[in-house]
Every structure is written in C-alpha cells, then in structure tokens.
C-alpha cells in the first residue's frame, strides 16, 4: 500500500461533511462514523490476502475464495478510536481486538500510556490500528512503537481527518505504516486541533465537553 491513501468515496466525502457541521447532533454523529468506518476499513482490507476453499454450493462443488491467515487485530486508541472501531467490528465480526490508552503529559508533552491489552500472535496478524484524528502525530506514533515492541510487523493506521504534521511525523517515525484517511486537512492550530477538522472527536462522540 501507499504510505497515504485518502478515500474520495462520494459516500466518505458526504457522510465526512455531515460530521463536519457544528449543528450535527451527538448521535448522528455516532451514527455517521459508525458507517463511514464501513467504508474506510473496505479501503484498508482491500489487500488482504486471500485463499481457496472447497465448497459446496446447493448445485456443485467449487473453490471459492476466503480470507486466509490468522484473524485481523483492531488496535483501538482510546477514547475516540472506539468510534471506528464499533463500525469495523460489525463488518469483521471475528476480528481480535486491542486497546492503547495515551495520555499527554503536561511538563513533557510526551504521550504516556495507561493502559495495553493486544491480541496474542500479533506478528501473525494484520494490525489496523484505529483513531479518528491523526492530529500532531505524537500519540499515533508513540501507540504504533509500542505495538512494535509487542511484536507486529504489519501495521496499518486508519483515521477519518489528518493533518499534515501528523502524517509527516508518522512517516518519519514509522515510514512502514500505511495511513488511510478520508481527508487530509490543512494544517493544526495553536492548541493542536484539526483545522477546520470537526473539533473534538471524543466530545462530539459521547457528548461531552
Ligand atoms: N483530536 C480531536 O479530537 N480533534 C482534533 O482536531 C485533534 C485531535
């Protein structure tokens, strides 16, 4: 794949629209992502590899093509990555699931983490790691080496809005990664949102400010 792929989908670009628009209420909201996440996963699994299996129609055997390999892990960075995740999980329903909670520390500014549960065999896995807002990149890179040091190889990061200084920070930090997004914005602001991005992500989801 790519290293950037933006999803130009008349259906992303219209749905992304919507989430966009300030008056959009909470569970709209939800409700778009949840299908948009549909659509950006069918971007991000389309190379997936495939295998034949014998099968039996109701009129003849036949090899037919399914998934092969062990089953994908979606890697959820906490809060606003559960957005997409609940999307994808309804289209790959036998998905593994992992959780990276980040937070930012005040002095450093550096990510820390509070909490890591992945899958097992994760080297064995395609790892989709999930979060709406690619914004400075520093917690999506910090999420994705800590995901390395847990043992994946094959690595794919999946938001809806990027920056370009979060795709240039997780080029330079992980060059292997593969980034799918539905829009890349035009630059950060002072407090590092998204702009004219669709403001806080986690807020707009769950309805808190
Ligand atoms: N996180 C968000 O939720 N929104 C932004 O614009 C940037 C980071």
Known sequence: MDHLT???????????????????????????????????????????????????TPLA?????????????????????????????????SARVGFIGLYRDEKTLQPVEYYFKVPELLGERLVITVDPMLATGNSSAAAVTKLKEAGAKNIRFLCLLAAPEGIARMKEAHPDVPIVTAAVDEKLNEKGYIMPGLGDAGDRMYGTK
């Open 61 to 93: 055997p036949m090899d037919a093509p399914v998934l092969a390999g062990r089953k994908l892990a979606l890697v959820s960075i906490l809060r606003a990555g559960n957005g997409l995740l609940d999307g994808i999980l309804e289209l790959v329903p």
């Open 6 to 56: 933006v999803v130009t989908h008349p259906l992303v670009q219209h749905k992304l629209t919507l989430m966009r628009e300030a008056e959009t209420p909470t569970a709209v909201f939800r409700q778009l992502l949840r299908e948009i996440s549909q659509l950006l996963a069918y971007e991000v699994t389309r190379e997936l590899p495939m295998e034949q299996k014998r099968i039996e």
